[in-house]
């Protein structure tokens, strides 16, 4: 076989589950029109879709792709996170599966299932095109989600300004991705890394500084950090609970893995200009994030923008994980990556964020949304598990051991502090004390919370009944925040393998065909 | 003397760009789009890329102006005095920008250097010579002069998959309009129709049977 075609093929394979899930959903947007069937019908469609979607995922664990050649990898990073992005779905689904009326519910579902195919290409994706792709697979779908379950002023204001923000942003990384595309004339990501690592000198470097700044501003919009933050509280406030769920948790996952693949991947390393620079931006959109996220969230009240700024300081501690991943090299053995802390992060985060978000949701009745923080008073007495289990979540957020949440800022620090780098050790040092004293400001407001349901009456008491599949994903999230709190070897041996392989180039034995097609044309 | 030309549809250009962003007329100035639109793709075959040249054309010209025109007129007052008027700090806010990226720009094209193997962008002129290629790889003269079989190969065979996802995209960004453009009764907040029950004009009460028997309001138990 023409060996352009196998390698094509063998990608077609790795991007199975995609193709079911992107097929079924378009499907399900379509049937809409023409079946009449009842919410909690489409959602379970959604849910079989998710269960297929994972099973061929499965089946194609084992397959390799030829690195230098293929638009997707299937390597640790790309298999468990699309696993991930899987079970996260699920939990979405239960989220929302009673919160949209019946005409809408299966845009609603359709629309979800091609955002999560979007979100599993990012974390397969090999190549600036398909990243940039993929990244939009999950931005549009956003924008109809943010307007279809609910019309109203606010709704409509929201949807707005995510849209206008996120196209400027998208515009931002086309612009970045454009250059790193002129550093080296290879739009393949592996190849891409191995040449900015291998060759001895590479031409035009002022390129990548460039590619680094407007890479990370278009990505910045998209995990909620400073400076292109501020839309966060305003769009999270504005849309329904379930949409601040999906908001706070899908755009900082791909944000997060896109940085990973394209910036700290390939211009990352030891002593390369490029990847000092982004150190330095991480740096300071960290340490601006983290600190900005927690003070302003001591001052609110109403619970999403609560949740919102609660989110922007996640995004800062999860840049302290790429300020420190932008000068990990292959080969090094530090105690942890900085990908490895990012990886472990997000998981811990997704948890504890759409867990929290799910009671939420589940507590809101048809004549009274849960808006701010007195709306839990005495949730300890009307609802004693929920409280447990809320609980779970806001000391996991907070950074308490032994919950999953205190793992991923455990490896996050750790590894900005073994990452070996003299220079900037100083640098590293310092922004682990921000970091610690951001943690501490925020235990805070998420103790106050948990103040409110436990010590706190409440003048009319919840009398909301949790629908069971809301109350499974709330279940499943608290346990698995636990699981991995108490026991985090088998997670943290994922993420360390998974950060190991997204920084390997591997050796060339034959000329790697993407990289030789191009240059050799040069010649 | 190609030379000129190029300075001379460049001037052109410049002042298409100038007029697009000076009209005060939504209509003139993408009209004005258009004809930069145009000049772009003069340029590209200057610098002997006809295939450029052609899908310019048919994508900014064919497609993108015209869906713009039909943007401004279905949902625009086009006499629009307010729209295009913006304040001077705005003005001084854009301008500003604008400079900033002719500068990111401009810096990028002077500042790149060649390499022994592959001279610097200033410094190619016209086409590559002949080249010996190589077994079963283009030489850059192929490439070049078959440029519409070159992209099409590539786009059928090594990014077949982000090519058939770009068109999908397009597919969810029109069903999605559709779902939101669709009228379902009212367009009642969520909140009145919950309280309903769930029921609405076109989704009569027994059709959603459980929408009834499970409107959170009607179960008062006081724990899950």
Redesign the interface.
Known sequence: MDPTLAVLSRALLIVLPEALMLLLGTALLTAGAFVKLSRRTWCALAVATVAIAAATLFSIWNDRADVYASVVLNDTLSRYARLGFLFFTLVILATAHDQVEDSRASDLFGTILILSAGSMLVAAANDLILMFVALELVSIPTYLLLYLPRRDERTREAATKYFFLSIFSSGLLLFGMAYLYGLSGMSNLKALGFAARFVPEVPNIQFGLIAVVFVLAGLAFRVAAVPLHFYAPDVYEGSPAFMAALLSWVPKGIGMIAIIRVLTSTVGGLNSPVADKGFLLAWVIAAASMTLGNTVALLQNNLKRLFAYSSIAHAGYMMTGVAAAFHNTQGSLPLAFGAEGILLYLLAYGLMTLGAFAIIVALGGPDREIATVDDLNGLAKSHPRTAVAMTVFLFSLAGIPPLAGFWGKYQIFASALSSINDDYARSYQYLVVIGLLNAAIGAYYYLRIIVAMYFKTADQALTTKIAWPTGAAIVACALLTIGFGVYPSPTCNVTRRAAIEAIRSPEVTAAPRTATRVVDRSN | MIQSIFLLFSAIGLMAALGTVLSRNLVRAALWLVAFFFIIAVQFVLLEAEFLAAIQVLVYIGAVAILLLFGIMLTRNIQGDETTSASLNTKLIFGALGLALFA?LA??IV?????P??PAWSKIQGRPDD?AG?DG????KD?INNMAKTVGDEMM??????FE??G??L???L??AV??ARQ??A?????R???AG?T?D??PAN??P??VA????A??????
């Not at chain 2, 065979?157 to 982000?162: E, L």
């Not at chain 2, 499970?214 to 309001?217: K, L, S």
């Not at chain 2, 179960?219 to 899950?224: E, W």
């Open positions: 990111v810096t990028a500042s790149h250097k060649g390499t193997e592959r080249e190589r790889v283009l030489t850059r490439t065979t090594r990014f077949v998959i982000p996802i770009a999908l995209l597919t969810v960004a069903v999605g779902a939101l379902v009764g367009d009642e907040p969520i909140d129709v919950r309280k769930f609405r076109d989704a059709g959603s459980e929408g499970e409107a959170p309001g179960v008062a138990s006081p724990s899950h």
